[in-house]
């Protein structure tokens, strides 16, 4: 049985406590600490990374441009790069990109994949033998609804991901989210991104989740809260393109909050280094109170539809990360300044990595032998660096 100690973060609070994990599963909770543990520090759930397009991580060179001429289909950069690589390549980028997200306390992602059939396949083969759990939001190859091949998406992956509806015949798309309801799948878009869109024909197609809502209005955000629709909100992204999100009035207008990272061509898939920044813009409209940073980052463990509960609780997954904050004791503060070189302990999928001087290490398990000190992995095809 493996033991961590110190501070359990629950209800937007820190308090002492101690979590032990046997089996992949945590067996038992306590408001005592102990000091017979593996790790001590601030005990926290594995973060959501609730937006992301790992495929982008196939993207090598640096990249500069619009938002258009980035992302946008069907010509943007990444969409030409994508069209080109070969399946090996995006692949062997994606699982770099996965195994980066995992060492930095994440272990479950939100991904919307373009590329048809095709790019649900490479995101699935790069998974394989990872402890992640993606939820997968496919789209059609084209910018046309082909039923067949939807309902192919639709048997493959967890619900239908639209860029926005700017893109899209809006006959087409709502077609596509009427097949995903009657599948029992989701619908997720982008929303107000480069413009403010019209609200009334996001929410006209029944959506689970929409991304960014930048551009939004205070009327548009209370539509969204109105219709329980949570709002993902990716903060490096924005900026790279040129757009400040208002989180203060993205708090402030009652909206289930997320927090994602966005391309994978453009930031690296540090949940810290979101926090990090979030929290720095917010205060170019105020702030936010803390905790709602962090919940936002916490949130989503369970899926979608599951409650909002950040607290490690017996019975759960053993997915939970130990942060060694700056000063020894927990703050807000400290805990959005922290780096993943802060993190002493990741337990993911029944595998525990802890930290010594040379990096991250694998504790020894029968499905998994001991590993060395974690090491920047040779260039393969499809690893990049990040743009920030």
Known sequence: MLRVSGWLYEAGRFRGGTVAVEGGVVV????????????????LPAFTNAHTHAGDAVVRE????????????PRGL????????????????????????????????WDFREMGLRGVRQLYAATLGLPVR????????????????????????????????????????????????????MVALHASERVREDIDEVLDLKPDLVVHMTQATAADLA??????????????????????VDVPGLARSGVRLLLGTDNAMINAPS???????????????????PHVLLDAA????????????????????ADLIVLDVPGGRPTFGGVFRS?????????????????????LVELASPAHPPRGPRSRRPRRAGRRRSAT
């Open 28 to 43: 038992e909770v306590s408001h005592r600490q102990t000091a017979q543990a593996a790790a001590k520090g601030l005990i």
């Open 62 to 73: 640096e990249v500069k441009g619009t938002l258009e001429q980035l992302v946008a289909p």
């Open 78 to 109: 990444k969409h030409r790069v994508l069209s080109a690589a070969k399946d090996e390549d995006v692949i062997a980028a994606i699982r770099a990109y996965l195994e980066d997200m995992v060492h930095t306390g994440t272990t479950r992602f």
């Open 134 to 185: 993606p939820l997968v939001f496919g789209r059609p190859a084209g910018m046309t609804y082909e039923a067949d091949e939807v309902r192919a998406l639709l048997r493959a992956c967890d619900g239908i991901g639209l860029s926005s509806l700017l893109d899209w015949n809006a006959a087409d798309a709502a077609k596509m989210a009427k097949a995903a309801h009657a599948a029992g799948k």
């Open 223 to 244: 539509r969204v809260r109105d219709a329980d629709v949570p709002v993902v909100m990716c903060p490096r992204s924005n900026a790279f393109f040129g757009k400040i």
């Open 271 to 289: 949940m810290l280094r979101e926090l990090d920044f979030a929290w720095k813009v917010a205060q170019l409209r105020g702030g936010v109170e």
């Open 298 to 317: 916490l949130r989503g463990r369970k899926g979608l539809s599951e409650p909002d509960d950040a607290a490690v609780a017996p019975g759960d997954p």
């Open 339 to 359: 780096v993943e070189t802060d993190i002493s302990l990741v337990s993911a999928g029944g595998r525990t990595w802890l930290r010594n001087h040379g990096g």
